[in-house]
C-alpha cells in the first residue's frame, strides 16, 4: 500500500492550496487520515485528521483556514489550505492508518506519503 500526495506549491499569503493523497494497493482498507507538516528546524506536527466516520480534528494554528475531507470510493484525502500564512510554509505528509491482508491475516499499519512541499511567501 502506498500514498501518493501533491498539491503542494509556491503562493502568495493569502493565497490557498489543495493538497491530495490518494492510496493504493490491494487488499487493504482505511481508518483514520491525516495531513503533518515539519517546518525546517521543527518537528513534524499534525495539522488535520478525519475518521473513517468523518469526524475531523484540527490545529490550533489551522482552525478556521483548513479543511480536511476524504473520499472513501477513491481512497483519497484531501486539504484545502485558505488564508495561507509564511508560517504555513512545511513539508506537508499525509498519513494513514491501514489493514492490509498479509500471509493470510488482517495486520494493521501505519503509512505515510513522500511529502509535499508548501512555500507561502510574496
Known amino acids: 500500500v502506498q500514498l501518493q500526495a501533491c498539491g503542494g506549491g509556491l503562493v502568495q499569503p493569502g493565497g490557498s492550496l489543495r493538497l491530495s493523497c490518494a492510496t493504493s494497493?490491494?487488499?487493504?482498507?482505511?481508518?483514520?487520515m491525516a495531513w503533518y507538516r515539519q517546518a525546517p528546524g521543527k518537528q513534524r506536527e499534525l495539522v488535520a485528521q478525519i475518521t473513517s466516520g468523518g469526524s475531523t480534528n484540527y490545529a490550533d494554528a489551522v482552525k478556521g483556514r483548513c479543511t480536511i475531507s476524504r473520499d472513501n470510493a477513491r481512497n483519497t484525502v484531501y486539504l484545502q489550505m485558505n488564508s495561507l500564512k509564511p508560517e504555513d510554509t512545511a513539508v506537508y505528509y499525509c498519513?494513514?492508518?491501514?489493514?492490509?491482508?498479509?500471509?493470510?491475516?488482517?495486520?494493521?499499519?501505519?503509512?505515510w506519503g513522500q511529502g509535499t512541499q508548501v512555500t507561502v511567501s510574496s
Open positions: 498519513n494513514a492508518e491501514t489493514t492490509e491482508r498479509r500471509n493470510l491475516r488482517w495486520q494493521v499499519y501505519d503509512r
Open positions: 494497493g490491494s487488499s487493504f482498507s482505511i481508518g483514520r
